[in-house]
């Protein structure tokens, strides 16, 4: 079984519409370099739509990865219902890099692809929620939390495990140092995050009635290495705050505060104007391992983890305890999302 045919390497989409009249029955490769996740990831969301639109049979990607040690990168992509849906798959850095030398060599690459992947029917899953009850103010909550869910490859350590041990254990640790803000701050681990986002729209749905009372949200999704300080999604007045909040973290070197977000979870949130606060990590390896068979433990660092746990448990200690709501925007700024999935 499976599908047998020529590869044709391109290195973009312009290439691919230049190079249209070759595309037919064949496997279209997009070897793409590594630039930046929001730029390279349009050939996994899109490729085979792309690729079919031309008459290809299948098509393959460059891993979106900034490195590489033979080992492929997954992750969501999605069809169009205009136009035939073919099977896609990503390679390894390597191998795509290798089809490209061959094709520039003038060979005639063949391929067979044999797939066993199949979307199974959904099964529920839930978010789950614990909550520091405030002590004034117990009604208005800030939210802090990442994602439960992985991929299938590695073991999600730094996506999201290690976000969603943070908001843990940057609650868990107020409680232990019994620092009772004034108003709540609820820990959410959000399930559903890589393919669809339904534990983020669900949790904005069934808590609509308190929206209003939503003070901040702060999720952790970019792996938690060495934070340098916050990005934040809200507007002027909030970035104003958070740049009072990072320095207070001098001693760990995180004050730095600058715009950005919101990321995929707390979107849903400041798409109704909640400001939206993140950390800002050095992700400088985050897309070696990300969505691969290498996110695991061992790439966590015990004192960076810790960091970030401080650095998490002082800005929602401080938003849930400063005398004046963490400040919004006058009118929602428009949302865009920092890192796509």
């Given at each position: ?38 730029e390279t990831v349009r050939y996994r969301s899109s490729g085979a739509i792309e690729a079919a639109r031309h008459g290809a049979v299948a098509s393959l990607i460059r891993s979106v990865a900034s490195s ?59 978010n789950v929620v614990a909550e520091l009850r405030g002590t004034e103010r117990p009604e208005e909550i800030v939210v802090v939390g990442g994602h439960i869910d992985s991929w299938d490859v590695g073991t ?186």
């Amino acid at each position: 079984g499976g599908i047998t045919a020529p590869v044709l390497v391109v290195a973009s989409f312009d290439e691919l519409t230049r190079r249209a009249s070759e595309v037919p029955g064949k496997i279209v490769l997009f070897n793409v370099p590594f630039t930046s996740y929001g730029e390279t990831v349009r050939y996994r969301s899109s490729g085979a739509i792309e690729a079919a639109r031309h008459g290809a049979v299948a098509s393959l990607i460059r891993s979106v990865a900034s490195s590489s040690i033979n080992s492929p990168h997954t992750g969501a992509m999605r069809y169009d219902t205009t136009v035939r849906q073919i099977p896609a798959a990503a390679l390894s850095v390597e191998d795509a890099a290798m089809l490209g030398r061959m094709q520039a060599r003038g060979e005639e690459v063949v391929v067979t692809l044999k797939m066993e992947a199949r979307t199974l029917a959904d099964a529920q899953s839930r978010n789950v929620v614990a909550e520091l009850r405030g002590t004034e103010r117990p009604e208005e909550i800030v939210v802090v939390g990442g994602h439960i869910d992985s991929w299938d490859v590695g073991t999600g350590a730094m996506d999201d495990a290690g976000g969603s041990v943070a908001a843990w254990e940057a609650v868990r640790l107020l409680k232990q140092l019994g620092l009772r803000p004034r108003r709540t701050i609820r820990v959410v681990l959000w399930t559903n995050e890589e393919n669809g986002l339904r534990g983020a729209t669900g949790y904005r749905d069934a808590h609509a009635a308190e929206l209003d009372n939503h003070v901040l949200a702060m999720e952790s999704d970019n792996g938690v290495f060495k934070p340098s300080g916050y990005y934040m999604a809200g507007g002027a007045a909030a970035l104003a705050v958070t740049r009072e909040i990072a320095s207070l973290l001098s001693g760990i070197g995180a004050t730095s505060a600058t715009e950005g977000g919101p990321e995929a979870d707390v979107s849903p949130l400041a798409e109704r104007g909640i400001p939206a606060a993140a950390l800002n990590v050095d992700g400088s390896r985050y897309f070696w391992y990300h969505h691969s068979d290498g996110d695991t433990k061992d790439k966590l660092s015990p004192r960076d983890l810790n960091e970030c746990i401080a650095a998490m448990a002082v800005m929602v200690y401080v938003a849930a305890d400063m005398p004046e709501r963490f400040p919004r925007a006058a009118a929602a700024d428009s949302v865009r999302r920092r890192v796509p999935r």
